[in-house]
């Protein structure tokens, strides 16, 4: 059977506007690959990311690369040869592996060899902002197991603290998005220690992160930015003690579940996260967070809706995906 592809962008309004330091948005924009073969569908969403040079125009570009390829039956470890990780190859990979399980009449985590999928816990995401208006919005989810709050100013003790005392029951993880600075990081990771904070994300900028071998590190910091697939792992050692994996980065699922064993051969900490997308692009993320210290798969709850069937949220509680959404 011949493999026909269909690219589509979506947009998705944001409930308010989602902020981290490097700006705003108010919608999600995705790009949804639809695998046909016969009677059998697959589809695989990504979001490009302008920091990692990707926009609309070129992921649907890269994407559109592998056409005649599909069409000639190439696999998913065909299209790594193809084309580079990224956007681009996260949806083609997924619909791969979701076409695949249609023609098999099983789901891909019995493809992959996983137990039946269990419900996680995510967290869930306060955005940038002054401090005042930060604790308002963790008071508010205060009642929550773990809080993601985006940093990553020059004076984010004062948030830091504000956030901390607003929720105080809950587990708070700080992203700064390569935010701080050599001169900044040792005064503000002392303050997140105080505030017992659980882990920190990316506070310098990758390639810039060398300083991270030479410091204390009083709370746990994980590579994002800086992590993108499994032959970066190695040069982490030291400066990080868990890594985020996000399909978006890595390419798709095969080379999560691959970054997964190596980064836990190397001893590293897990955290499985996400881009502002649609429940479509985090199920294929569920199966690799089913081996994660901490889950940030909560960007549906970021949009105003979400597609449908799409994953079931109860307070922080996600559940797997149904076959009719993916896999």
Not at 5 to 15: D, H, S
Not at 127 to 132: H, I, P, R
Not at 229 to 237: N, R, W, Y
Request: aromatic share 4%; net charge negative.
């Amino acid at each position: 059977m011949t493999v026909n592809m269909e690219i589509t962008v979506e947009r998705w309004p944001i409930a308010g506007t989602f902020t981290i330091s490097r700006g705003s948005k108010t919608e999600a924009a995705v790009v949804v690959c639809t695998l046909r073969d016969g009677p059998y569908t697959g589809r695989g969403e990504c979001v490009p990311y302008a920091r990692y040079g990707e926009s609309l125009d070129s992921v649907c570009a890269e994407i559109e690369k592998l056409r005649s390829a599909l069409a000639a039956g190439a696999t998913r470890a065909d299209i790594a040869g193809l084309i580079g990780a990224g956007a681009a190859r996260n949806a083609v990979d997924c619909a791969l592996w979701d076409l695949e399980a249609r023609r098999a009449g099983r789901r891909v985590a019995d493809l992959v060899g996983l137990p039946p999928l269990k419900a996680l816990t995510t967290a869930v995401t306060v955005s940038f902002g002054d401090a005042q208006t930060m604790a308002a919005s963790a008071r508010a989810l205060s009642g929550r197991p773990v809080i993601k709050v985006k940093v990553g100013g020059e004076d984010d003790e004062e948030r830091i603290w504000a956030v901390a005392q607003a929720a105080p029951d809950s587990r708070i993880i700080l992203d700064a998005n390569e935010g701080w600075t050599d001169e900044n990081i040792v005064r503000h990771m002392l303050a997140a220690a105080k505030a017992g904070v659980v882990l920190i994300e990316q506070p310098l900028p990758a390639g810039k992160d060398g300083i991270l071998s030479a410091i204390p590190h009083p709370v746990p910091l994980c590579a994002d930015e800086s992590a993108h697939g499994t032959d970066d792992l190695h040069t982490l050692l030291g400066r990080y003690d868990s890594i985020n994996i996000k399909l978006d980065k890595t390419g798709g699922l095969t080379e999560a579940l691959r970054m997964q064993k190596r980064a836990r051969e190397l001893g590293f900490g897990i955290m499985v996260g996400c881009m502002v997308g649609t429940s479509l692009a985090m199920a294929p993320a569920m199966l690799v967070a089913q081996d994660a210290d901490f889950v940030d798969l909560d960007g549906p709850l970021i949009l105003k809706e979400d597609r449908q069937p799409g994953l079931v949220f109860e307070g922080s509680h996600v559940s797997p995906p149904q076959s009719e959404l993916w896999g």
